[in-house]
């Protein structure tokens, strides 16, 4: 296994934990920072971007998710969740703020 089917791996975790609180409070109709807020990452962006932004992430991870071959051994599958354990804390603790500022 090449070591960029590694780091495919570990992103596709990323980026398919990142569609998920997007899509969520998209399709509830609630305002999330996005990237392409005012000012990015920290403004809310609307519930459309929301749910655009979270579709945009579920098709580069599960292109990841193939280029990684996340299924065919242990290891990928370990640095898989690895990303979606990264990204969980990262998110949390950003989207935390958010409800502080």
């Known amino acids: 296994m ?4 590694y780091v495919a791996c570990f992103f596709a975790g990323g980026f398919l934990t990142n569609a998920v609180p ?3 409070y998209g399709v ?4 999330l ?6 000012p990015p990452g920290k403004g ?3 519930p459309i971007v929301n749910v655009l932004w979270a579709l945009v992430n579920i098709v580069v991870g599960c ?3 193939r280029v990684g071959r996340v299924a065919s051994c242990d ?3 370990v640095v898989f969740f690895a990303g ?3 990204m969980s804390v990262m998110l949390s603790v950003g989207f935390a703020k958010k409800h502080t500022e």
């Not at 090449?2 to 089917?5: G, L, Q, T």
């Not at 920072?33 to 005012?38: S, V």
């Open 33 to 38: 920072p996005t990237p392409f807020a005012h």
């Open 63 to 65: 292109y990841l998710f």
């Open 28 to 31: 509830c109709g609630d305002r």
């Open 22 to 24: 997007h899509f969520v």
């Open 44 to 46: 809310l962006s609307s």
């Open 75 to 77: 290891l990928t599958r």
């Open 84 to 86: 979606v354990v990264v």
């Open 2 to 5: 090449s070591w960029y089917s």
